[in-house]
């Protein structure tokens, strides 16, 4: 039986999700673009019995500004910091697709290693990067992520002729339900998220690479807990995580 995603107490800002999906798909750039975009919602989800699979698109080879760094220390530091901040939100499997940092490109292999996680993993909903963001700066490989994405769940995952060569009878054609971007300029839904949200900073803390100081208390986790309760203002829950979502054409 097909899910069917509720938007009960709605408001005219945003429509609020309440249902929790069996399978998730995060899909996204660099380590710590999960946590950053989607913690909240995935650590609530996988607490009440969702399953979630990550899929990070590079390596996060390029993610210093230490000039003593190399990109082989990076890439070994931030592996390590991705799989201790999964597993403190719940997560199963992450899927490494080790493109360069910065070198991503929205082409038809990487379009095709979407398709294939997909078919898959079989998500119901999938959560990525906002391509069309445009009131702030966002990195190319973000774009990049977003838009490949948004192509492969819609036609290219669904359809049987589209990459035809990985279909066995384990890997199927499939159709997701739900796109959710994050770091949109025009959200249309909220996830409550106030007891998750404590989740979401533990595992962002242990991405101590790229975000420095960031334990409770500190002026980061202030400045994290303060956006996403201007995101639940006028809600009867404390915090919120916003996302633009796409219902997936039948």
């Not at 999700?17 to 995060?26: C, E, H, L, Q, Y």
């Not at 070994?76 to 799989?83: L, N």
């Not at 409770?216 to 404390?238: T, V």
């Amino acid at each position: 039986m097909t899910r069917k995603f509720s938007t009960a107490n709605q408001i005219p800002k945003y429509d609020v999700i309440r249902d929790i999906p069996k399978r998730a798909m995060v899909i996204f750039a660099h380590p710590d673009d999960a946590e950053i975009g989607a913690g909240a919602t995935t650590a609530r989800w996988s607490s009440e019995g969702c399953e979630i699979t990550y899929v990070q698109c590079t390596t996060g080879s390029s993610g210093s500004n230490d000039t003593k760094m190399t990109s082989n220390r990076v890439v070994s530091i931030r592996s390590t910091e991705q799989r201790a901040a999964a597993d403190i939100i719940g997560v199963g499997e992450i899927i490494v697709l080790n493109h360069p940092d910065g070198e991503l490109e929205a082409d038809r292999m990487f379009l095709g290693e979407v398709v294939h996680a997909l078919r898959k993993y079989r998500p119901e909903i999938v959560l990525t990067h906002d391509q069309h963001r445009t009131n702030r700066f966002q990195h190319r490989d973000h774009r990049n992520v977003g838009t490949t994405v948004q192509d492969a769940i819609y036609p290219y995952a669904r359809d049987h002729l589209h990459f035809p060569e990985q279909l066995t009878d384990e890997i199927k054609p499939y159709k997701v339900e739900h796109l959710f971007f994050w770091g949109s300029d025009q959200p249309n839904i909220i996830i409550d998220v106030t007891d998750s949200i404590n989740t979401k900073i533990e595992a962002l803390a242990k991405h101590e690479s790229q975000i420095t100081g960031l334990s409770f208390g500190s002026d980061i986790d202030l400045h994290l807990r303060e956006q996403h309760m201007e995101e639940a203002r006028n809600y009867n829950f404390e915090y919120g995580e916003t996302f633009r979502m796409l219902t997936a054409r039948k």
